[in-house]
């Protein structure tokens, strides 16, 4: 994505809070529309560039390009090239993103039950402003 100058406030703030905290440097790691999509969908298996496309619905591939460098740079992704014609790419998870599979098991767990109690509460008052 972007380059922040590094003398700018906004990359001394990020710095800053990145060696202040844990749960900021993970976020500003993992953070990103597709990154965890990415990560979730190597979980099972290894996969192709194309594979990883045809199983993340809306990815274009500059995204995935742009995402898969980032989870390579951060270690969280193995990028192994095949000396083949054509050139043959997998993706697999590194042993560090592994042992976040529970945690973004735990955050789909209840993102998809307080999506469910958001919708409730919008039928709720919904009714109720009738």
């Known amino acids: 994505m ?5 003398t700018s406030t906004n990359a001394q703030n990020l710095k800053t809070l990145v060696d202040f905290c844990g749960a900021v440097y993970a976020i500003d790691v993992l953070g990103g529309r597709w990154k965890l999509v990415i990560l979730y969908k190597l979980e099972k298996r290894t ?3 194309n594979e990883l496309k045809d ?3 809306g990815i274009s591939d500059r995204m995935l390009t ?17 000396a ?8 697999t998870l590194s042993e560090s993103a592994r042992k976040l ?22 039928v709720t008052n919904s009714f109720s402003s009738r």
């Open 2 to 6: 972007g380059k922040r100058k590094p």
């Open 101 to 122: 599979a529970p945690i973004w098991q735990q955050l789909e767990e209840w993102g998809a039950q307080h999506r469910a109690v958001m919708e409730e509460a919008a």
């Open 55 to 57: 199983h993340i619905p």
């Open 84 to 91: 083949e014609i054509p050139p043959k790419v997998e993706y």
């Open 66 to 82: 742009l995402h898969l460098q980032e989870l390579e740079k951060s270690g969280l992704v193995i990028r192994t090239v095949y």
């Open 47 to 49: 996969l192709r560039f």
